[in-house]
């Protein structure tokens, strides 16, 4: 990417394909860890150039692997880009990066579940909510059994403002499964509409912005890719603590092909679970016999405003679990049943 105005333009000199790079360092991708790397280096500029504009950013990427997207991420001209790699065997690849981009790429071995990156970069950076998104980007082609709680970690950091969300509105572009980016950006209606799309949806503005057909990775997933831009909006769709609204969706979806009163129902213990259920649907304004997919994201801020009532009324509602009751109802039933049997009955 060119930089603009007086900025110099910074190239990576020329290096080792990322291909000798990975026979070099015998980087085969270890199966068990859901490794597939992008080798193309066309299809690692688009996902960077995707990512808006880097020039003087300051970059996290996550997973970085070999360094298909770490090259393009420095070849924008960033300011700084920080890795966070869990597998030891890339760090002397990633090492040569580094050596060939000096002070700008800082390498850590390390988890991105648990990295702390709200204190990797300057504090000038951070900028008001309200702002305009600070330059600081995320990054990353994970895993799909990382990329998928990693966002649900991240989402409760956006409504907490918290983890990389300290400098602000950070955008984030991140990879998944394709069928996973295709719930993230379902509409009302749609089949793939889902507890994903409310989370991401009520927080952030999301954009699959392009698909990556599995047979550009190496090795080849059974899967395309889908590439996703999330940008935490300046006010949530609904105003309630994440973990409520978590719970809210997640019982909506429960029965997802069933009425939504069945799910809902689910909120509340089985003694009031029918007058509560219609209490809740009635107050929100909500057709029971609509079904979970068919719900906006209004009707979901209805129901967490309606259902935060109901638990500020009864502090116990909130700790209820129906699989909870459900499992000592069942070992209560069991009980009696070997009771009986014992008394030869
Ligand atoms: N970004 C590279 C690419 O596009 O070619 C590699 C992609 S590969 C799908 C995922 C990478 O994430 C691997 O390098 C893997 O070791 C790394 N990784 C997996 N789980 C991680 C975690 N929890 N923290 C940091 N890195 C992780």
């Known amino acids: 990417m060119a930089a603009s105005g007086k900025l110099p333009t910074f190239r990576l000199p020329p290096l080792p394909t990322l291909r000798e790079l990975i026979?070099?360092?015998?980087?085969q991708a270890a199966k068990q860890l859901s490794q597939n790397f992008l080798l193309d280096l066309r299809l690692t500029d688009k996902i960077v150039r995707k990512a808006g504009n880097l020039t003087n950013a300051y970059v996290y990427e996550v997973g970085p692997g070999p360094g298909g997207i770490t090259r393009s991420i420095l070849n924008a001209n960033v300011a700084e880009l920080?890795?966070?790699?869990?597998?030891?065997?890339?760090?002397?690849?990633?090492?040569?990066?580094?050596?060939?981009?000096?002070?700008?790429?800082?390498i850590v071995h390390g988890d991105v579940l648990t990295f702390k990156i709200e204190k990797a970069f300057p504090e000038n950076l951070k900028r008001r909510w309200e702002d305009?998104?600070?330059?600081?980007?995320?990054?990353?082609?994970l895993p799909f059994n990382v990329s998928t709680p990693l966002i649900i970690k991240w989402l409760e950091s956006v409504s907490c403002r918290d983890g990389p969300f300290t400098y602000g509105r950070t955008?984030?572009?991140?990879?998944?499964?394709?069928e996973v980016a295709?719930?993230?950006?379902?509409?009302k209606g749609s089949k793939q509409r889902s507890r994903l799309s409310i989370m991401a949806q009520y927080l952030c503005s999301v954009e699959h912005i392009f698909t990556?057909?599995?047979?550009?990775?190496?090795?080849?997933?059974?899967?395309?890719v889908g590439v996703v831009r999330f940008t935490p909006l300046v006010h949530p769709k609904i105003e309630q603590?994440?973990?409520?609204?978590?719970?809210?969706?997640q019982n909506a979806f429960q029965f997802r092909r069933k009425y939504c009163h069945r799910g809902l129902g689910m909120l509340f213990p089985t003694a009031q679970r029918l007058e509560s259920t219609g209490r809740l649907l009635r107050s929100a304004d909500i057709d029971p016999t609509l079904r979970p997919t068919q719900l906006s994201i209004l009707h979901f801020k209805n129901l967490c405003d309606v259902y935060r009532k109901m638990c500020d009324e009864d502090p116990q509602l909130f700790a209820y679990n129906f699989r909870e009751e459900l499992g000592k109802s069942r070992s209560k039933n069991q009980n009696k049943d070997s009771d009986r049997e014992h008394c030869g009955l």
Request: hydrophobic share 45%; proline share 11%; no cysteine.
């Open 182 to 187: 295709e719930r993230l950006v379902a509409t």
């Open 241 to 249: 603590p994440f973990k409520l609204v978590e719970k809210v969706v």
């Open 23 to 27: 026979k070099l360092f015998r980087l």
């Open 132 to 141: 305009d998104p600070p330059n600081v980007h995320i990054i990353g082609n």
């Open 82 to 106: 920080l890795v966070v790699e869990k597998d030891t065997r890339f760090i002397p690849g990633l090492q040569m990066l580094s050596d060939a981009a000096p002070g700008k790429l800082r």
């Open 171 to 178: 955008q984030m572009t991140l990879t998944f499964q394709k």
């Open 212 to 224: 990556i057909p599995g047979q550009a990775f190496v090795p080849k997933p059974e899967v395309d």
